[in-house]
């Protein structure tokens, strides 16, 4: 199966990126240059587990007539090496990175929360906390591709060591939530705040479905990661792509806040009230409640660059 999907690449390699870091002077992203011994780290590990995503497949095959069994057997293993959350769908070309030729047809995808109470501490404990879970993802998925190639079928790994899967529709069809405005999928229990992680494989499964819980019809009201963005990124009105609403994210508008400030940007995740709002956690809604106040105090209403620069 070819994919059809672009993806945008990453650091200088990105045409956009590359321009707006000429027009500055700059060669590389101000936060991959800057010394940072903890990103160093999680990219080389993360990169070293993409050697082994993929690895001898048992020629003793197992024979599977119950594809149920078998599901929730893999559904299991992930959630024992870690995984938050896991589902599992078929393969289309849209989930796939343009012109790449997937030799598989199924993918599980699973997610890894990330610690809210970051949000407090400030971009750079988020943006630590982001790479760590992050190295978690290459070590969950370079296991369950094992697992996977033990019972006799093939498999690979995807994380940011290897990876040819696109997050946001895998995601939704593994029925692991719904496109906020953000741009990001939000999920009933962790809202936006976690990352993903995918294995690929032509294990015969059972697929689940999308899950939809009506944070599309919240968002057209919400606009709360909008008022918060510092950079005005988060478009006001939506988009129908492929029978799916959107809104965009202007990236000339975000790139000077998510890539060329010295610190991460994560501001439009952290202020989402999904975060609380449909798991019930008191423990998040107070710390939403305190993160909130301090934006409110810093203006948030009225997206100011200023104030989120002197905010680091
Ligand atoms: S990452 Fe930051 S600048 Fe980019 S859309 Fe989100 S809040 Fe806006
Ligand atoms: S902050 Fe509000 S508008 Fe933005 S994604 Fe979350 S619920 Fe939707």
């Keep these: 199966m070819i994919g059809t999907s672009w993806r945008r690449e990453q650091g200088p390699a990105d045409p956009l990126l590359r321009k707006m870091l000429a027009e500055r002077g700059l060669d ?6 800057k010394k940072d011994d ?32 078998i599901t929730e057997e ?5 959630l024992e090496l870690g995984a938050n959350l896991v589902g599992c769908c078929a ?33 750079l404990a988020i943006e630590a906390e982001t790479y760590e879970v992050y190295m978690r993802i290459a070590d969950i998925a370079t296991d369950l591709a094992t697992f996977i190639r033990d019972m006799g079928y093939p498999a690979w790994a995807h994380h940011n060591g290897a990876l040819q899967i ?12 719904e496109l906020g405005r953000h741009g990001s999928l939000i999920n ?41 963005c510092p950079g005005d990124a988060i478009a006001t ?32 995740v952290d202020v989402c009230p999904y975060v609380h709002k449909e798991n019930g956690d008191t ?12 934006r409110k105090q810093d203006g948030y209403r009225s997206p100011n660059r200023l104030r989120y620069e002197e905010e680091d």
């Design 28 to 33: 590389n992203v101000p936060q991959w240059t």
């Design 38 to 69: 903890v990103r160093t780290a999680a990219s080389e590990y993360w990169l070293s587990r993409g050697k082994d995503r993929d690895g001898p497949v048992n020629p003793d095959k197992r024979e599977i007539t119950d594809t149920l069994h």
């Design 74 to 78: 893999v559904k299991a293993k992930a």
């Design 91 to 123: 393969l289309t070309p849209t989930m796939i990175d343009e012109g790449f030729d997937m030799p598989h047809r199924n993918v599980f995808a699973f997610i890894l929360a990330e610690d809210y109470g970051n949000v407090l501490k400030g971009s």
């Design 166 to 177: 696109q997050a946001i529709p895998t995601m939704y069809q593994c029925g692991l939530g």
């Design 188 to 228: 009933p229990t962790y809202a936006a705040n976690f990352r993903p992680g995918f294995v690929t494989t032509n294990l015969p499964v059972l697929y689940d479905s999308p899950l939809e819980f009506g944070v599309q019809d919240y968002c057209r009201n919400c606009k709360i990661c909008r008022n918060n």
């Design 237 to 268: 009105d939506h988009i129908v792509t492929e029978g799916i609403k959107r809104w965009r994210i202007d990236m000339e508008k975000c790139y000077p806040f998510s890539r060329l400030h010295d610190a991460y940007c994560h501001i439009c």
């Design 283 to 294: 423990e998040k809604r107070t710390m939403y409640g305190a993160y909130m106040k301090r």
